[in-house]
């Protein structure tokens, strides 16, 4: 028996596995919900029929599919594997969400993911779910074939990277400038296979869309995932969407034990930037100010909700983009363009200048929005990989919603602190 207390990852596969886990522990554990998108599902299904005889799921109802990375579809050939997913979900039942629904990520939020829950997606940035206290973790087609097929799945029980935030966040200064930080301070490889746990007043203060930010990002440290734990915050999230029954507090241990800490004070903390080509290439804003871009972007899984889009809409509100830049908003979800339309949001974005696409996976990934030769992007994306965004030649700068929209006004990195409001 492990006389020591247990985090929330241990915790949650401590449970779901019928046994008493630590760190380090082989599990094998059933799988609460999991899905893929039209980047991964096809050669999911391929693996389902080639290497496992089948093409039944073992759950209809805890399997989804989802038409986000390249939405709407831009050519033959990916209308080709929208078309393969259709038929692969009407022969098994299972939900599909169709182009302009939304990212998967949002989507499963919205609809699937809850506290203690074990969610595996076709994706690297599932981590992202960990926001409302559930174990979620990204994985190849090959694997998440087997887990459609079985309902289960083996790991290793990860450490723990406890990040301890407290304090006040200034003014424009969101969880992404947070996440960013902490990467920059940790590195890419900060975190490898762990579990990053974001705990403290900040993280009791912020959203559950803030929090989800900075899950979404845990990937981009190394971490096996990233989780918060699960509070009335949560709870009030969950009953938004209609799955209040579904809500059951977690949080770790005061005894637990911990691989690693970092301990960050909210309040000195400030707009950060992560620079080409590497995500845990971060400077503060203060350093790049001035800095010309052609192409501002709001959205993705980890900028795309609404909390990120009224804060946009707040900067530029009675203002127009500059006329050197493109400012281009992918809202999360369908969800979330309907409440922001609601809002006066959208009507904001558009008179502002700004081009508002279906929802989507968008500018991310580079399939629909790409960038030209030498063009630099600022964007609240979480990847700036060259040939992210459809090009090697071109550079992407990762921010905040706020730092996006205030730079978008100038043509120019900005810091919103300090940008004409």
């Known amino acids: ?46 693996q389902m029929e080639n290497a496992l005889g089948t093409r039944k799921v073992f759950d209809r109802g805890r399997v989804a ?41 949002q989507i499963v939020v919205e609809r699937y993911a809850a506290p203690w829950k074990v969610v595996v997606g076709a994706d690297s940035h599932t981590c992202t779910h960990g926001g409302l206290g559930a174990f979620a973790t990204g994985m190849g087609s090959t694997d998440t074939a087997a887990v459609m097929v079985y309902g289960k799945t083996w790991m290793k029980v990860p450490e723990t990277f406890r990040v301890n935030i407290d304090g006040r966040l200034p003014d424009m200064v969101p969880s992404k400038d947070v996440v960013l930080h902490v990467i920059g301070e940790i590195g890419a490889d900060g975190a490898p296979y762990m579990s990053m ?101 709001i959205g993705s899984c980890t900028n795309g909700r609404l909390e990120d889009l009224r804060t946009a809409a707040m900067i530029l509100k009675n203002k127009r983009v500059s006329k050197d830049i493109r400012l281009i908003v992918y809202p999360a979800s369908r969800s979330v363009l309907i409440e922001a339309t609601k809002e006066g949001i959208i009507e904001t974005l558009l008179k502002a200048g700004a081009a508002v696409c279906a929802p989507g996976c968008g500018f991310c990934i580079g399939r629909t929005v790409a960038l030209g030769d030498g063009e630099k992007a600022l964007s609240t994306q979480n990847r700036n990989f060259k040939g992210r965004m459809g090009n090697n030649k071109a550079e992407i700068y990762l921010c905040s919603p706020a730092t996006a929209a205030a730079s978008a006004v100038e043509g120019k990195v900005t810091d919103p602190r300090t940008a004409k409001q």
């Open 65 to 105: 599919g989802i038409c986000d990375h390249a939405s709407p579809s831009p050519s033959e050939d990916v209308s080709n594997v929208h078309s393969f997913m259709r038929t692969f979900a009407r022969e098994n039942g299972i939900d599909f969400y169709e182009n302009g629904d939304g990212v998967c990520h």
């Open 197 to 297: 746990e974001f705990v403290g007043s900040t993280v009791d203060n912020m959203s559950v869309e803030s929090r989800l930010t900075m899950t979404n990002m845990a990937i981009e440290a190394g971490a096996k995932t990233g989780i918060c734990a699960a509070d009335e915050k949560a709870r009030l999230f969950l009953e938004k969407y209609g799955r209040a029954g579904e809500y059951e507090e977690i949080k770790s241990d005061g005894n637990a034990v911990y691989a690693d800490e970092i301990n960050v004070d909210a309040a000195a903390v400030e707009p950060m930037i992560a620079c080409p080509h590497r995500v845990d290439n971060v400077k503060p804003v203060s350093e790049l100010e001035g800095l010309e871009v052609d192409q501002v972007c």
């Open 1 to 46: 028996m492990n006389s020591d207390g247990m985090t929330m990852a241990e915790k949650i596969l401590g449970r779901s596995s019928g046994r008493d886990v630590s760190a380090g522990a082989l599990i094998i554990t059933p799988v609460s919900f999991v899905f893929s998108h039209d980047g991964t599902m096809p050669l999911a299904i391929e």
